[in-house]
T-cell receptor, first 111, second 113 residues
Framework: ELKVEQNPLFLSMQEGKNYTIYCNYS?????LYWYRQDPGKSLESLFV?????AVKQEGRLMASLDTKARLSTLHITAAVHDLSATYFC???????????FGAGTRLTVKP | DTGVSQDPRHKITKRGQNVTFRCDPI?????LYWYRQTLGQGPEFLTY????????KSRLLSDRFSAERPKGSFSTLEIQRTEQGDSAMYLC???????????FGPGTRLTVT
């Protein structure tokens, strides 16, 4: 069964600091997704990572994928308050018949 | 507004009733996805369409759930004989194709009393 584990589940950090969120998954997959969700809102797609070694960056967020280790990271650089949200990773199975989300990392950036 | 829209935004129903939700994707998007999210949890994949064809249906989805996408445009998700456990936010998303960026609608919040 496909399992997706994120850690940490809760993260409180100071503005200006750097941190990394980790996403481990249990089956072979070449597609990993990162999403952001603000409280009470729908999801926003952040990154789609499609191959081993893929790296994508947008603003203060950078996502990478290591399919051999079955690991993706979401790195936050010089955090600002506006990044406070819950971040989810999700993985497709290779035969497209399932997509599993992690439990989410609730990020709070404090001034 | 050219984003993904969902209707209704909120639905309160009594246990045992049937409900139907509608999703209008971005017009040129051929992929459409349905997800369910309960409070404090990550989303769960329910089903997706490539144009009008329903390609996969999650094993989580019981026979009480059915989805259609006639003519490859809008989609409907119907839940028959609702149960309290069906209370959740139902999210729809669309994309231009496989593994491309998804755009989400605002969701339909279902409460089954």
């Amino acid at each position: 069964e496909l399992k997706v584990e994120q850690n940490p589940l809760f993260l409180s950090m100071q503005e200006g600091k750097n941190y990394t969120i980790y996403c481990n998954y249990s089956t072979t997959s070449d597609r990993l997704y990162w999403y952001r969700q603000d409280p009470g809102k729908s999801l926003e797609s952040l990154f789609v990572l499609l191959s081993n070694g893929a790296v994508k960056q947008e603003g203060r967020l950078m996502a990478s994928l290591d399919t051999k280790a079955r690991l993706s990271t979401l790195h936050i650089t010089a955090a600002v308050h506006d990044l406070s949200a819950t971040y989810f990773c999700a993985v497709d199975t290779d035969n497209n018949n399932d997509m599993r989300f992690g439990a989410g990392t609730r990020l709070t950036v404090k001034p | 507004d050219t984003g993904v829209s969902q209707d209704p935004r909120h639905k309160i129903t009594k246990r045992g009733q049937n409900v139907t939700f509608r999703c209008d994707p971005i017009s040129e998007h051929n992929r459409l996805y349905w997800y369910r999210q309960t409070l404090g949890q990550g989303p769960e994949f329910l089903t997706y369409f490539q144009n009008e064809a329903q390609l996969e249906k999650s094993r989580l989805l019981s026979d009480r759930f059915s989805a259609e996408r006639p003519k490859g445009s809008f989609s409907t998700l119907e839940i028959q004989r609702t149960e309290q456990g069906d209370s959740a936010m139902y999210l729809c998303a669309s994309s231009l194709g496989l593994a491309l960026r998804e755009y989400f609608g605002p969701g339909t919040r279902l409460t089954v009393t």
